[in-house]
């Protein structure tokens, strides 16, 4: 059971860093017509999606900072400890 939590905080850990880099590659205006960026948007966009449509919802959708990352990040953390406290 430990290898299991340990491969999904392993894969969670992997797409926050994911997450993070393409935050700082809207920042920075790098270009993403390439294979890493869609790469990168492939591995990112199930999860930036639903963030993004949630952050509409509530009105902070159309704002000058894009607050999705970071909402996918407390998502991810959020799901890590629910599996957490349900195996452990």
């Given amino acids: 059971m430990y290898t299991l939590l340990r491969s999904v905080r392993i894969l969670f850990d992997f797409l926050e860093i994911l997450i993070i880099i393409r935050i700082f590659v809207n920042i920075f205006r790098i270009p993403v017509n390439n294979l890493f960026g869609k790469i990168l948007f492939e591995l990112t ?44």
């Fill in 45 to 88: 966009e199930p999860i930036m999606a639903p963030a993004r449509a949630l952050l509409d919802k509530i009105g902070f959708g159309r704002g000058f900072i894009d607050f999705s990352p970071w909402v996918a990040i407390i998502f991810l953390r959020v799901v890590y400890s629910v599996i957490l406290n349900i195996v452990g």
